[in-house]
């Protein structure tokens, strides 16, 4: 919108039904199931209009990548898999449970190759 200084655009934003405000924000965090989104020092600008709240944020952005959480496999559930399993060896076992994120069940039927 050319030739627009920011009251007339805010006035004829409040005539459409659409309100902005500014919120005062240190830091804001986006998670996904393998990373998150941290954006610091963020300019937030919230967008009200019809009923939705929309987000506008800038600011200096970073991407770090979640760890796994480390699964704590106990010997029962190693002689579980292999008694169930019909296994005897305790390092296929205990691989199974750690590639299955020690979930008995999958751990078995991966060692019977099902």
């Known amino acids: 919108m050319p030739n ?10 409040d005539r459409m039904g659409i309100k ?20 610091e020092d963020p300019q937030v600008m919230m967008i009200e209009a019809q009923g939705t709240k929309s987000f ?3 600011g200096s952005v970073r991407e770090m990548r979640k760890e796994a959480a480390k699964v704590e496999i106990s010997d029962d559930d190693v002689a579980m898999v292999k008694e169930q399993a ?3 060896d305790d390092a296929a076992a205990r691989a199974a449970l750690e590639e ?15």
């Not at 627009?4 to 934003?13: E, F, Q, V």
């Not at 299955?100 to 099902?114: D, F, M, V």
């Open 86 to 88: 019909g296994v005897s």
């Open 20 to 39: 902005s405000s500014e919120i005062d924000a240190q830091r804001v965090v986006i998670e996904s199931s393998d990373s998150e989104i941290v954006i």
């Open 100 to 114: 299955s994120n020690g979930n008995i069940a999958e751990a078995i039927l991966k060692l019977k190759g099902g």
């Open 56 to 58: 506008q944020i800038s």
């Open 4 to 13: 627009l200084d920011p009251k007339s655009i805010k006035k004829m934003m």
